[in-house]
Structure formats: structure tokens, C-alpha cells
């Protein structure tokens, strides 16, 4: 019955008001369904967003309201704060080492395990495991303990002889073991891989070992070329994610980034800025920078993945 | 699904039997020896929290000499505020999230993939760019808001967002997923004379259990394991979240009550453990799926 109304409403000419029950009619339920989001992005994302640019530009410790300081938190970011530089040198390094690490022991083992192997739920289930687990602190204190001088890894290297350094209490180390920690998350990707992997045509090697293709030339001509969507979309994922990280880094430098700021990560530094020093002006610009960090690397992927991302259809 | 690989065995004909054979036993060896590695940091965490405390630092095995539940014990109640409170906060949280995602995003996903409506595009568009977007930036002006109407120190600003599908990562995997649903069924209703609210609530979301499943179980577990939020949020520590009563203990305790700590580290983990155990399948190909998708 009412859907007879809406076919028959217009064509009643019923002046004016039509105009509106039409673009209420057609464009109303989507709005409304869309409603909480709506709220969510104004309120919680697009209004922040503007807030924290301005904030960028002020001096703001939460109590007295922000004073204008133009381009200063910039500037000081830039020539006069060697934490800043630390926590973008660490950062970038983290990033630069845990990334392409961790995406060739996910498709190392998704071709391993692609070839068809009996047991390939249970072993993909169990590489996924750390993945789910990794980002508890309960897992960042595991990881403290393992790499302590007196820890788990320190334990095997004695079985040889060897005395190892508390990994986690020596500059020279302690980044590594949050990269190492990164590595051995290396589940989730490794599963998307899998479901890539899945979806080569499978004649195509057939032809080309017919060809007298060696299996390495096969990797290179057939399986990374049409693997390479998947490697974008895990490489874009993956990057974003290492420049977020946080806990980790929190608990195993016990909130400080030390030993001598190794392990202070960029978030880990506007965190001690926002929250510890309450210098909210000067927050609000790392997190710009971080975000301008981020979307050059996002369009700089996406310009020249045309050069290297192979797409059919 | 192992056919498909074994044709291409087949195929290599010039390879002898034997060598496959060595092959296979040597693609088990390492795959056996890389589970072992990555698996045996959280046998011996959990071998320690069961480990008499005098045992912790000088046992690298996972087999405890003695069983004693008494680091349990010590670790519930490690703190001036029982871990008890800390897990009840916790589920409080994590429940509300998951009931709060799963309305809100399966809402807004709806609209994205069935609805017309002008502006859909763009608004899809910004979706997908607050999926990239690093929470630092909404962060201190969302504190300063949240602040000004009292809701530090309550739970208020770890669950609301969640209604207001702040996650957009779980609109996309429904949107995914709810384009798959065929459309003929909304047709159908729709010549019954069923309006857009019918459809969302009597066809796509009965279809659409799999991909709720997914959700809530993630937002479950995400919101179980975040840290960040807790620790600018909530200060007394009768609020506060498993993750944040760990991190209280390392730091209260000054290295002097491992075993208690291992105890509490390891029931924290119970939690996403179970999920993981009841719904792999779901879990693994709910990440499949989407990073399918380009």
C-alpha cells in the first residue's frame, strides 16, 4: 500500500512540498541509516581533524586556553629537538627493517605451505596465533623477559658458550627485539598471501615447466608479477601500522623509549609530549607531521605502483 | 582445495618419486621448526606462570618440575585493586564495543551497499580515507571534548565512538559482504511492500551472520588488547582494564613477583585464546577476504 503512494505522489502534483517528500523519499533512508556514522565522522573525526591543525599552531597545556604561536611548534620541531629527530630516526628504521622482513617470511611460508602440504590448517592456524596475540601487553612483557639479560634467549646462546648482553637494556639492541617482535607477527599477512597465492591459474605453470622453467625463474616470471596486488595491499597495511605502533615499544622501555631514546618510537613521543608534559599544541603538530609522514608514502605507493603492480583485467 | 597444487607435481614428471618425497619431509622439517621457534616464547610463558617461583629465571624448559597454581593466586590479587575488578572492566568494555560496532557499522554499511542516495560516493570515498587516517591526529582535540563533558574517568570514551561506527575498517568488510548478498531477495521484499528498514533487519542481517561473527569477534579481541585508550582515559584504578593492571604491575612490582605477573599475563591471553580456538576458520578467512580486496 504505501509503496502505491510513492509511485503515484508525484504524478498527483501536489506543488512544492513534493519536491522535498521526493528528496526525502530518495535520499532519506540512506541518510538516516548512515546517521551514526555521520555523527561519528563529524564529531570524532572530520571536526577533530580541523581542531588539532589549529591546535598545531598554538601553544596548549589544557588548563588556559591555546595561545597563538603561528608556525613555532614547527620550526622547533625541525632545528631545535634532537627527541623529535631520535623518534623519527627510530621510526623510520623500524619501519624500513620490520616491514619487508615481515612480509618475506609471511610469503616465504605461504609458499611453502601453498604447495600443497598435508597439515595446512594446522600450520597456518598456528603461524596466525602470535599474529592474534602479538599486540596484548601481555605479550610486550613476555618479550621484556625473553630478551632480559637474564632471559630466555640468553639461556639457549649459554648452551654454546656464549653470554649474551641484556638485549633489551643496550641501544645497540633493544630496536631489534621490537623488530623482532614485529617479524614473528607475521601471520595475518601471511594468510592473505595464501588466498593470493591461491588465485594464480595453475596451467600456468604447468606451461612454463613444460617450458623447462626452473622453479626460482617460475617465481619471478609467474608467481611474484601476479602476487604483486597483494604485495601492495600488505605492504600499504603493514607501513601504516609499524608508524602507529605503540605498545610495545611503551612497555618494554617502561613508557620512557630508552635506553638513550632506541626505542623511541614517534607515537611513544607525542604520547610523553600530550600526556606527560601536556604540551598539547605541540602534540597536535607531530601528529601532523605523522599524518603528512604517512599520506606521502600512501600516494608515493600508489603513484608508482603502476610501474610495478601488475593488474590484469 | 589440495588438488589444484598436486597437478602441478604431477606434471614436473621428469622429477623422480624420491626426490618429492625428500622434498615434502623437508618442507614439514621446516615448517615443524618454525612453529616450534614461534611458538615456544608463549609455551614457556605459560610454563612459568604454573613454575614454583624459585624456578622462573633458571628454566629455559617448558615443562615445569613442579605444578603450583599459587603465582594465580598471588597475581589476582598482586595489586591494592583485585584483577577480578580489572577483568570485569575489561569484558564490560569489550561487550559493549562489540555490540556497539556491529549495530552501528552494519547500519552504515547497509546504506554504503544497497541505498542510493546522492553524495554515496563521496561519502564512501571518506570512509575509506579515515581507514589509513593514524588516530594521533583526532586524538588530543577527542581528549579535550571528551574532557570538557566529564567523560574521563568513565568508560563512556572507549564505547561510544564504537556506536558511532568510528571503526571504519568493520563497514568495509560488511560492505564487502552484503554486496554478495543477491540483490533479487531485496527486490522481492521490496514488490512485498517492505521498506529499507525490513530488508536491513529481515534479510541482510539474518544472511549476513558470517560476516557479524568476524566483526564482533574482532572488535572483541582489539578492544580486549588495546592499551592506548585505557591509559589516557581512565586514571583510578578501580576502572581500569586487564592491560592496564599488567602494565601497573611491572611497574609497582620492581622485578620482585614474576610469577605472579606470568599468571596474570597468561589469563589475559585466555580470553582471545578461546576465540581463536572456537572460530579460526572465521577469523582466517575474514582476513582472506579482505585483503583480497584492493
Known amino acids: 500500500m504505501t509503496v502505491q503512494n510513492v509511485a503515484t505522489a508525484p504524478q498527483a502534483g501536489v506543488p512544492k512540498t513534493s519536491v522535498w517528500r521526493r528528496i526525502w523519499q530518495q535520499d532519506g533512508p540512506g541518510y538516516l541509516f548512515l546517521l551514526p556514522w555521520f555523527i561519528g565522522f563529524f564529531g570524532l573525526t572530520l571536526g577533530p581533524m580541523i581542531s588539532s591543525l589549529y591546535l598545531s599552531f598554538t601553544h596548549f597545556d589544557l588548563l588556559t586556553a591555546p595561545r597563538w604561536a603561528g608556525v613555532d611548534n614547527y620550526v622547533r620541531m625541525f632545528t631545535n629537538d634532537p627527541k623529535f629527530a631520535a623518534s623519527m630516526r627510530v621510526t623510520m628504521f623500524f619501519v624500513i627493517f620490520s616491514v619487508p622482513l615481515k612480509l618475506a617470511f609471511a610469503l616465504g611460508v605461504a609458499m611453502l605451505l601453498n604447495r600443497g602440504m598435508k597439515g595446512l590448517p594446522l600450520y597456518r592456524a598456528l603461524f596466525y596465533l602470535p599474529s592474534l596475540l602479538g599486540a596484548s601487553v601481555a605479550i610486550a612483557i613476555l618479550w621484556r623477559q625473553i630478551f632480559a639479560g637474564d632471559g630466555l634467549v640468553n639461556k639457549f646462546l649459554s648452551i654454546f658458550g656464549i653470554v649474551g648482553p641484556s638485549w633489551i637494556s643496550n641501544p645497540n639492541y633493544s630496536l631489534w627485539t621490537l623488530i623482532v617482535l614485529a617479524i614473528w607477527q607475521f601471520g595475518s599477512p601471511m594468510i592473505i598471501f595464501l588466498a593470493g597465492l591461491r588465485q594464480i591459474p595453475q596451467d600456468m605453470y604447468e606451461a612454463a615447466s613444460l617450458d623447462g622453467a626452473s622453479k626460482w625463474r617460475q617465481f619471478w616470471k609467474i608467481t611474484l608479477p601476479l602476487l604483486t596486488p597483494v604485495v601492495f595491499f600488505n605492504a600499504i597495511i603493514q607501513t601504516i601500522e609499524a608508524f602507529k605502533s605503540f605498545t610495545p615499544a611503551f612497555i618494554i622501555s617502561g613508557g620512557t623509549g630508552n635506553p638513550i631514546n632506541s626505542t623511541l618510537f614517534y607515537t611513544l613521543y607525542l604520547y610523553q609530549e600530550a600526556f606527560g608534559f601536556f604540551r598539547m599544541g605541540y602534540a597536535s603538530a607531530l601528529a601532523w607531521v605523522l599524518l603528512a609522514l604517512v599520506a606521502v608514502f600512501t600516494a608515493f605507493s600508489f603513484l608508482t605502483s603502476k610501474y610495478w603492480v601488475h593488474y590484469d583485467d | ?294
Open chain 2, 1 to 294: 582445495m589440495t588438488d589444484a597444487p598436486m597437478k602441478l607435481t604431477v606434471v614436473g614428471a621428469e622429477t623422480p618419486l624420491w626426490r618429492k618425497r625428500m622434498m615434502s619431509v623437508i618442507s614439514h622439517g621446516l615448517l615443524i621448526g618454525a612453529s616450534i621457534l614461534m611458538l615456544y616464547p608463549l609455551l614457556w610463558l605459560l610454563a612459568a606462570s604454573f613454575r614454583p617461583e624459585n624456578e622462573i629465571f633458571t628454566s629455559a624448559s617448558i615443562i615445569p618440575s613442579a605444578w603450583s597454581l599459587d603465582a594465580y593466586f598471588r597475581g589476582w590479587n598482586g595489586l591494592r585493586t583485585s584483577f577480578g575488578v580489572f577483568f570485569t572492566n575489561s569484558f564490560i568494555i569489550s561487550i559493549a564495543s562489540v555490540i556497539g560496532n556491529v549495530m552501528a557499522c552494519s547500519l552504515a554499511a547497509y546504506a554504503f551497499a544497497r541505498l542510493e542516495f546522492r553524495g554515496r560516493k563521496i561519502w564512501f570515498a571518506l570512509m575509506l580515507m579515515t581507514l589509513m587516517l593514524p588516530y594521533q591526529v583526532t586524538l588530543i582535540p577527542q581528549y579535550v571534548l571528551f574532557r570538557q563533558i566529564g567523560w574521563v574517568d568513565t568508560f563512556l570514551p572507549l564505547i561510544v565512538p564504537k556506536f558511532l561506527a568510528a571503526d571504519a575498517f568493520f563497514i568495509f568488510l560488511m560492505v564487502q559482504f552484503f554486496r554478495g548478498i543477491p540483490r533479487e531477495l531485496d527486490e522481492a521484499a521490496m514488490m512485498d511492500g517492505a521498506g529499507p528498514w525490513r530488508i536491513y533487519w529481515k534479510i541482510i542481517l539474518p544472511l549476513s551472520t558470517p560476516v557479524l561473527a568476524t566483526a564482533a569477534i574482532f572488535t572483541f579481541i582489539w578492544t580486549w588488547d588495546d592499551f592506548f585508550g585505557p591509559l589516557i582515559y581512565l586514571n583510578r584504578m578501580s576502572d581500569y582494564t586487564v592491560m592496564l593492571g599488567l602494565r601497573t604491575f611491572t611497574d609497582s612490582t620492581g622485578l620482585s613477583d614474576y610469577g605472579g605477573l606470568f599468571a596474570m599475563s597468561v589469563l589475559s591471553l585466555v580470553p582471545i585464546f578461546v576465540f581463536f580456538l572456537m572460530f579460526q576458520r572465521l577469523l582466517i578467512e575474514g582476513i582472506a577476504t579482505t585483503g583480497m580486496k584492493r
